[in-house]
């Protein structure tokens, strides 16, 4: 069968607009956006997002590993006579905004081998904006293959919240938006474009709204397209278990006190099956550490202790400016802290 001459150029038409639009794919992914703080979707829902390997984070202080650590590399087995301590956590674990080494989890690390020439390591698993749901997920993922000892679990009070991205959901009207960097690309760089062309008001009444609502499939479509296809920065503030209306209803498994209890026992059960000394900490609230103590954990450290007087919390220990992130003092002092309390006393 001969084809007619405008089916061959129709043929050939598409063919170098393929051409084209994967050059341009591949020239957009090979762009990472300036301005990222290096989150990446993982292959796994309920993890959500994970950090970018291989990626230095100048605004915040970080360098992630090929593992996707905030943390040099590991090997998966661990040499004879080491002891390994996995930290699973958010952003005050992570050290934000501070150097890795000076992250709790590392001071923690040197102290420890002060006396003990290098029989400790501390791997530190944690990512910004996690809740106790996702670092329930990333234990069995990963945390677990890197054999650890034992396990520090480090609570902030929005870990009953919704973490700091989430997925749209896929439909054939969004799926370029959701895979492609190149159309990604241009739709957040005319939503940016669009922003500081018009007043707020009349902004949020535009039908670009709609679009991003009902064509994007964005949840909080009020939000300037993130620079990561794949991922939705989310606007909760407050304890979203009490207006669930505010979050997708896929991740409301994340909110509140019972879905805490639910992930943390979880977590407990987990190490207990592998053998694997769980340490609670963070700063609780009085109804996380009642439900640390109501499902048998043992060691529910309350850092809260660790900075008795409030005012000098934030003054002396926070990096300031309104960012409540532990200043490298701060990291010292809960090092110390977790030193004294858990492997002082062995």
Known sequence: MRLSEGSKNGIILLSVSLFFFTTLELIARSDTPSNSLGYVPSSNDRIVYELRPDYKLKSIKSEISSQKLNDMYFPLKKSPGVYRIACIGDSVSFGYKVKREESFPKVL?????????????????????????????????????????????????????????????????????????????????????????????????????????????????????????????????????????????RYHYMLGFDNYRLHLSNIKDTLKRHNIKLISCGFFNPRTLAINKEIGIERALDLNNVFPDESVFKSDFTIGNGDNHLNVKGHTLVAQYLYEKVWGTE
């Open 109 to 249: 690390e040197k102290m420890l081998n002060e006396d003990n020439k290098g029989k400790y390591e501390v791997i530190n698993f944690s990512v910004p904006g996690y809740n106790t749901a996702q670092e329930s997920e990333i234990l069995k993922e990963k945390v677990l293959g890197f054999d650890p000892d034992a396990v520090i679990l480090v609570y902030c009070g929005n870990d009953t919240h919704l973490c700091n991205l989430i997925k749209p959901e896929v439909t054939p009207l969004n799926f370029l938006y959701v895979h492609s960097h190149y159309v990604h690309k241009i739709l957040r760089n005319l939503d940016v474009k669009l922003k500081k062309s018009k007043g707020r008001n009349s902004f949020e009444n535009s039908k670009w709204l709609w679009f991003k609502k009902n064509i994007l499939g964005m949840f909080y479509h009020h939000i300037t397209i993130y620079n990561q296809p794949g991922l939705e920065l989310t606007t909760t503030y407050g304890d979203p278990s009490s207006s669930p209306e505010l979050v997708p209803e």
